[in-house]
């Protein structure tokens, strides 16, 4: 559910059942999470907040991350998510896509 302080009222926001860690994009008019597509490998998705379907932004396909126990996903100003990656060691990774 998410507030809107202009309408003062509540909405839901219908995500995929296997969306995980949920970020408000810069203008907070998207809502950016990891989604597991299919028996392999994981996709960054992006959904509008006025309603519509989850668009993939980013594929990470055999990107070893950290198991979704101790995953993390966040965006940098630009809307650049940034996860964490295993390579031994829990380290920065940062994602640069083309819009």
């Known amino acids: ?3 809107s302080v202009k309408a003062k ?5 219908k995500l995929p059942y296997s969306a995980s860690y949920p970020t408000f ?4 008019k998207h809502l950016y999470f990891l989604m597991q ?8 998705y992006r959904v509008p ?10 594929d990470l396909g055999s990107v070893p991350l950290v198991n979704l ?3 993390s996903m966040s965006l940098d100003p630009t809307d650049i998510p ?8 829990c380290d920065i990774y940062a994602l640069h896509l083309n819009h």
């Open 37 to 44: 597509k299919g028996a392999h490998g994981l996709g960054v």
């Open 49 to 58: 907040i006025n309603g519509g379907l989850p668009k993939q932004v980013f």
């Open 25 to 28: 994009s810069r203008d907070s």
């Open 82 to 89: 940034i996860l964490t990656r295993n390579v031994g060691t």
């Open 1 to 3: 559910m998410i507030f």
């Open 9 to 13: 009222r509540w909405s839901a926001i």
């Open 69 to 71: 126990t101790d995953a």
